[in-house]
């Protein structure tokens, strides 16, 4: 076990880190061990490569949740823009052309984003539907992470 004095732990505590990482490490004041610095993984099993793979994973598998959400979110503003009265349809588009006509004053985000959304936005109610909820163009996930739907089936 590696040891470190507790001057030179506390004048050197990223060497302290990395020597834990690789094993437990005693802290010694005068002479005793007054303290044992291990990784998390020390205790679990767990390699810190592991454990990072593992929370990455972690953090794919709750992105995609995250995705899918808002796909639904964004099926259901879909089947409205093709079910609801024409009145109520138009209403939507402007709300939302309105969140990106303050976008773009505000420059709240990319042009990229402001530019596809203005592009469906123009689109019939059929063709806007189904642009918001397909991936074909590559561009879905990202424009249902930045959509101008505030508020619609939140």
């Given at each position: 076990?590696?040891?470190?004095?507790?001057?030179?732990?506390?004048?050197?505590?990223?060497?302290?880190?990395?020597?834990?990482a690789?094993?437990?490490v005693?802290i010694?004041?005068?002479?005793?061990?007054?303290?044992?610095v291990?990784?998390?993984?020390?205790?679990?099993?767990?390699?810190?490569?592991?454990?990072?793979?593992?929370?990455?994973?972690?953090?794919?598998?709750?992105?995609?949740?995250?995705?899918?959400?808002?796909?639904?979110?964004?099926?259901?503003?879909?089947?409205?823009?093709?079910?609801?009265?024409?009145?109520?349809?138009?209403?939507?588009?402007?709300?939302?052309?309105?969140?990106?006509?303050?976008?773009?004053?505000?420059?709240?985000?990319?042009s990229?984003?402001?530019?596809?959304?203005?592009?469906?936005?123009?689109?019939p109610?059929?063709?806007?539907?189904?642009?918001?909820?397909?991936?074909?163009?590559?561009?879905?996930?990202?424009?249902?992470?930045?959509?101008?739907?505030?508020?619609?089936h939140?």
């Amino acid at each position: 076990m590696e040891q470190f004095s507790s001057t030179r732990a506390k004048q050197s505590f990223g060497e302290l880190l990395k020597a834990a990482a690789l094993g437990p490490v005693a802290i010694e004041r005068h002479g005793k061990v007054q303290a044992i610095v291990a990784a998390p993984g020390y205790f679990t099993g767990v390699s810190a490569a592991q454990d990072e793979q593992a929370s990455r994973r972690l953090a794919r598998a709750n992105q995609s949740v995250v995705e899918k959400d808002r796909l639904i979110r964004h099926q259901r503003i879909a089947l409205d823009l093709v079910t609801l009265p024409a009145d109520e349809r138009d209403r939507m588009i402007e709300q939302a052309l309105a969140v990106v006509q303050r976008w773009r004053q505000e420059r709240l985000c990319s042009s990229d984003y402001i530019e596809r959304w203005s592009a469906l936005l123009k689109l019939p109610a059929v063709a806007l539907a189904m642009a918001m909820v397909s991936d074909a163009d590559g561009w879905g996930p990202a424009l249902r992470q930045n959509s101008p739907w505030v508020g619609v089936h939140a």
